[in-house]
């Protein structure tokens, strides 16, 4: 293996591409999207500015903004095949699951699917982010046994995300909340669902494709699937939990406390330290505030016995906990901010495309003879 330095499990270091869209500083815990810093945008942005940022690299102007919030609203509809599917879907099934699949069937329905341009391609995009969030209100509906309700399209994409869900207006607080969530989920360098999405677009395959796939590569517990994660985890605690044992006996047993830890920030995550502050006052709100409190025991433990710190996906899942939400649409919500960024992802890379295809080093053996099935042992 010595004659291979540049083999790398896990890529850790590699720099595959280069991007416009959002910039990292893992020792510093900095984040920006476009050249706004993080914080900035969490503050005084919204998720349709963010989305035009990523999609631009720059801000709107108000006509702009209008227009882009006056498609992303006329969009949000889904076509009657993909609501069929979502009325027929099992119950039981993971939202992400269902997710992935309706988002691959909205390519049935698309009249430009094939159509590479980028200005169709960034079409699409918009209508793919607009209706995410319909789909993901739509299926948690049908679980629960209840009526889909069809988009307000008074408002934001938080404000009618919410709607979907719960089948109210909701507040403006729960609206900003959400908001906040969008914004600070929406875009986050070479993370694995992205690199799944930009790999897709190299074969110069379509938008839909490249975020089905992306949608799969979130799935899992140790990327966007952790923020659920979290959550079981703190509902499995009760008040007399001794919470330093029991992230001791997890971490002698060599298990991953989910949440924490990155391949990018060796310090605490800047999305961990906002989403932190609407957890502690969220909680609070709703009194369950015990939820933020194990979480910053947990933070402590963590801290002393790994230094390792929490990123997105530990303070969310109290966020989105004190808001009313199921935990298994946590790992779906992600998907739903991500889906600027992934296609965000995709515009550029069809800019400036070439197909991705690394070597393999082969470890097996060589030169073998062959022999009929008959005479193997
Ligand atoms: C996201 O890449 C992105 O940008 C992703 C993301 C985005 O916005 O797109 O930020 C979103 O995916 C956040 C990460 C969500 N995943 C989790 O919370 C799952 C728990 N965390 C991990 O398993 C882990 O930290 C990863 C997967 C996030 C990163 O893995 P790495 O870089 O491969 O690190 P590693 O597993 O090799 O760990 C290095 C060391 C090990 O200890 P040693 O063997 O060196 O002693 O740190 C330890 C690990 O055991 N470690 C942990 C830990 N994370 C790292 N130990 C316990 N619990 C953890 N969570």
Same mark, same amino acid.
């Given at each position: 293996?010595?004659?291979?330095?540049?083999?790398?499990?896990?890529?850790?270091? !590699?720099?595959?591409?280069?991007?416009?869209?959002?910039?990292?500083?893992?020792?510093?815990?900095?984040?920006?999207?476009?050249?706004?810093?993080?914080?900035?945008?969490? =503050?005084?942005?919204?998720?349709?500015?963010?989305?035009?940022?990523?999609?631009?690299?720059?801000? &709107?102007?108000?006509?702009?903004?209008?227009?882009?919030? *006056?498609?992303?609203?006329?969009?949000?509809?889904? &076509?009657?095949?993909?609501?069929?599917?979502? @009325?027929?879907?099992?119950?039981?099934?993971?939202?992400?699951?269902?997710?992935?699949?309706?988002?691959?069937?909205?390519?049935?329905?698309?009249?430009?699917?094939?159509?590479?341009?980028?200005?169709?391609?960034? @079409?699409?995009?918009? =209508?793919? /982010?607009?209706?995410?969030?319909?789909? !993901?209100?739509?299926?948690?509906?049908?679980?629960? #046994?209840?009526?889909?309700?069809?988009?307000?399209?008074?408002?934001? !994409? *938080?404000?009618?995300?919410?709607?979907?869900?719960?089948?109210?207006?909701? #507040?403006?607080? *729960?609206?900003?909340?959400?908001?906040?969530?969008? !914004?600070?989920?929406?875009?986050? #360098?070479?993370?694995?669902?992205?690199?799944?999405?930009?790999?897709?677009?190299?074969?110069?395959?379509?938008?839909?494709?490249?975020?089905? $796939?992306?949608?799969?590569?979130?799935? $899992?517990?140790?990327?966007? $699937?952790?923020?659920?994660?979290?959550?079981?985890?703190?509902?499995?605690?009760?008040?007399?939990?001794?919470?330093?044992?029991?992230?001791? $006996?997890?971490?002698?047993?060599?298990?991953?406390?989910? #949440?924490?830890?990155?391949?990018?920030?060796? /310090?605490?995550?800047?999305?961990?330290?906002?989403?932190?502050?609407? *957890?502690?006052?969220?909680?609070?709100?709703?009194?369950?505030?015990?939820?933020?409190?194990?979480?910053?025991?947990?933070?402590?433990?963590?801290?002393?016995?790994?230094?390792?710190?929490?990123?997105?996906?530990?303070?969310?899942?109290?966020?989105?906990?004190?808001?009313?939400?199921?935990?298994?649409?946590? /790992?779906?919500?992600?998907?739903?901010?991500?889906?600027?960024?992934? /296609?965000?992802?995709?515009?550029?890379?069809?800019?400036?495309?070439?197909?991705?295809?690394?070597?393999?080093?082969?470890?097996?053996?060589?030169?073998?003879?062959?022999?009929?099935?008959?005479?193997?042992?």
């Amino acid at each position: 293996l010595s004659q291979y330095p540049y083999l790398d499990k896990g890529l850790e270091g !590699i720099v595959a591409f280069s991007s416009r869209k959002s910039k990292i500083d893992g020792a510093k815990g900095e984040l920006s999207y476009a050249g706004y810093d993080i914080d900035t945008l969490a =503050r005084n942005s919204t998720f349709e500015e963010v989305c035009f940022l990523l999609w631009h690299e720059r801000l &709107p102007n108000k006509q702009e903004l209008d227009e882009l919030n *006056a498609t992303l609203t006329a969009e949000r509809d889904l &076509p009657e095949t993909v609501l069929n599917y979502l @009325r027929s879907a099992n119950p039981k099934s993971e939202p992400m699951a269902v997710l992935r699949t309706a988002v691959s069937m909205l390519a049935d329905d698309d009249e430009e699917v094939l159509e590479m341009s980028h200005e169709a391609s960034l @079409r699409k995009s918009i =209508r793919l /982010t607009a209706k995410t969030p319909t789909i !993901i209100a739509a299926f948690d509906r049908v679980r629960n #046994g209840k009526e889909i309700v069809a988009p307000s399209k008074k408002n934001s !994409i *938080a404000f009618d995300f919410l709607y979907m869900l719960n089948g109210e207006e909701p #507040g403006e607080n *729960a609206t900003r909340t959400m908001d906040v969530l969008l !914004i600070t989920h929406a875009e986050h #360098g070479m993370n694995a669902s992205t690199f799944t999405c930009r790999s897709i677009c190299a074969t110069l395959a379509d938008v839909h494709a490249a975020v089905t $796939g992306a949608i799969g590569s979130l799935k $899992g517990p140790l990327h966007g $699937g952790a923020n659920t994660a979290v959550m079981n985890m703190l509902k499995s605690l009760d008040p007399d939990t001794d919470i330093v044992a029991f992230i001791k $006996g997890k971490l002698e047993r060599k298990e991953k406390i989910m #949440g924490f830890g990155h391949r990018v920030y060796k /310090t605490y995550d800047p999305r961990a330290k906002f989403l932190r502050l609407l *957890a502690q006052d969220l909680s609070k709100e709703v009194d369950m505030e015990y939820l933020y409190e194990w979480s910053e025991a947990i933070v402590k433990v963590m801290k002393e016995e790994k230094n390792i710190d929490p990123n997105v996906d530990f303070f969310s899942a109290t966020v989105y906990y004190s808001m009313g939400i199921e935990p298994d649409l946590y /790992t779906a919500i992600f998907a739903m901010a991500r889906m600027s960024g992934w /296609t965000a992802h995709y515009l550029e890379q069809l800019g400036n495309n070439r197909l991705i295809r690394p070597r393999l080093l082969y470890l097996g053996e060589t030169d073998l003879e062959y022999f009929p099935v008959e005479s193997r042992s």
